[in-house]
Structures are given as C-alpha cells and as structure tokens.
C-alpha cells in the first residue's frame, strides 16, 4: 500500500522567502508528526497531531514556524521568513494514534530536503 | 533535547560478523524503539521493546532493554551489505506520551 508522501522532495530557497511542505499520511492514521534532521543528527521532533488539532506543538522552534492538517489527512507545515539555519530535512511520520498513546510504532516519508541560500 | 544516545556514533564490520549498538537514555520510558535509516530516506522502524520486557528478537536482530541502567542494545547478526545504513533509537516517555525522542545514531558500515 502507499506510505507516507512528502512533497517537494527538495526545496530550495532563498533567505527571507515563505515556504511550504506537505505530507500525505498512511490512509487510517489518526497520528501525524514532523520531525526535522540536520546532517549527521537524529530526527527533532517539531509538532504532532492527533486528528485535526495539534496535540504538541512544543518542538517548534520560534514563530516563523507553523503546521496545519484542517480535515485530519494532509498536513502542511510552513516556514515563513526563511534563515539559512532552517536548512535540514523535514520528516513527517504517521502513525494509528490513540486516545492514549500506546506503542504504536512511527511510518516515516523520505522527507523534503529543505536549502535556504 | 535527545532521550537516547547511541554508541558507537560509527562501525564498520565484515559481512558475516555481528555488529552490536547501544543505547542510553535519561527518564523513565513506555518503551524504546529502533529505526533504521538509508541514506537520503526516512526512517524505517525495525523494532520496539516494552518497559516491561527485557529482550526481543526479530529475524536478525536482537534487542535488550536494561531500566535499571537505562539502556537498550540491538545486535544483528551475520550482517549484510545491505545492512549498512544508520541505525537510531529512540525512546517514548512516561504513560500517555507520545513523543518519540530519537538519539544522533550510529552508521554502520558492512564491507563485502
């Protein structure tokens, strides 16, 4: 079946500009997160949701970052004012979420690959 | 912040050798999970053990979880060349998380 789908797979930008990126989930999960990866790091994690509401937003770095999924399928996380060290891969993962969350492991796209010049 | 850190950061090994990771973390968790990474993808899960369980096996690979010491281990044995890739745990806190907090992980190479 289809695993999660990120687009574009790689953006590149130049500083100051407004950005999107988009992940389709796993048709059935309820449980969205994005994570971001820098060169030689593990995944960060940056916002989940849980249906249509953000449940976390914690791991967003400051308020130029922010996410929407409005009908609990797609989500879309937006970067506005771009700086060069928001350059790193954006990974969104999905997974069967719960009321309470119980060990339900994370399906990752192969993320967007995210340069800003 | 990282929950777990894995050791080595890289290993390189034959084909046919066992290669071993370890991993540490801070709290209390709801279990611990490993993914594994190619270059230039996502992550792929490959395994998950409970805070109750203290080993797990799947195919190759074999997972111990010490709570005691706050560290898990994942061993593949007679790897591949197609093993290679980046290996990663990550740990789920307390009840009701759903965090996954992942460490830097470790790059495993397995020369043919």
């Known amino acids: 079946g289809a695993g999660v789908s990120q687009t574009p797979s790689n953006k590149v930008t130049e500083k100051g500009k407004y950005v999107e990126l988009r992940c389709d989930p796993i048709s059935g999960h309820t449980a969205l997160y994005w994570y971001r990866q820098s060169l030689g790091q593990g995944p960060e994690f940056l916002i989940y949701?849980?249906?249509?509401?953000?449940?976390?937003d914690s791991g967003l770095p400051n308020d130029r970052f922010f996410a929407v999924r409005p009908e609990g399928s797609v989500s879309t996380l937006k970067i506005q004012r771009t700086e060069r060290g928001d350059s790193a891969v954006y990974l969104c993962a999905s997974s069967f979420g719960t009321g309470f969350f119980e060990a339900s492991p994370l399906h990752f796209g192969n993320g967007t690959r995210l340069t800003v010049t | 912040s990282q929950q777990g850190e894995e050791d080595p950061q890289a290993l390189s090994i034959q084909e046919g050798e066992n290669a071993t990771m370890n991993c540490s973390y801070k709290?209390?968790?709801?279990?611990l999970q490993w993914y594994r990474q190619n270059s230039g993808r996502g992550l792929v899960h490959l395994i998950l053990?409970?805070?109750?369980?203290r080993e797990k096996h799947s195919g190759r690979l074999r997972v111990t979880l010490d709570t005691s010491k706050k560290s898990s281990s994942l061993l593949i044995t007679a790897s591949r060349a197609a093993d290679t890739a980046s290996y990663f745990c990550?740990?789920?806190?307390?009840?009701?998380?759903?965090?996954?907090?992942f460490g830097k992980g470790t790059k495993l190479s397995v020369i043919p």
């Open positions: 949701f849980q249906g249509t509401g953000a449940a976390d």
């Open positions: 990550a740990a789920l806190e307390g009840a009701g998380s759903y965090q996954l907090t």
């Open positions: 709290t209390s968790i709801n279990n």
């Open positions: 053990i409970r805070s109750n369980e």
